[in-house]
């Protein structure tokens, strides 16, 4: 069942709300951003995400394919969401990071599962053969 949540970056800055089902799966990739920022993020639709402040304090970093827009706080560094457009995904999608949602529960957070992508070999279907380290 989706739940309103409110998310932020750590100085304030970027506020954003979303409504997402943490029950119904988080997850964690090891492709070289992922793994460096030790990412952990749920997925959002449009209608489901909404920057409440902030935007002007984004930064933007793009690589590889260009394919994902990874945004962060220019103040305080934070990556608290980012976003693409994939086809094969269902089309645009906000991936939002399940660290930065500051009223999720300690218990909500322990008991969201987790899938695993293997990004560093561009295979979403499969997790890598090892996620101790993710």
Known sequence: MKKTYHGS????????EADIDLSG????????????????????????FRLISGE?????????????????????????FAHSDNPALGGKFY?????CL?????????EAPVMYFDG????YDRGPDETRYL
């Open 25 to 48: 799966g988080t997850f964690k990739c090891n492709c070289s951003i992922c793994r460096k920022k030790r990412s952990w993020l749920v997925v959002a639709t449009p209608a489901d």
């Open 9 to 16: 970056c750590h100085c304030g800055a970027v506020a954003y």
């Open 95 to 99: 991936a939002v990071c399940v660290a």
């Open 56 to 80: 002007g304090a984004l930064s933007e970093y793009l690589f590889g394919a260009n394919a994902v827009h990874h945004l962060f706080c220019g103040t305080c560094g934070v990556s608290s």
């Open 120 to 123: 560093r070999n561009d295979r």
């Open 102 to 110: 500051d009223d999720a529960t300690e218990e909500e957070l322990a």
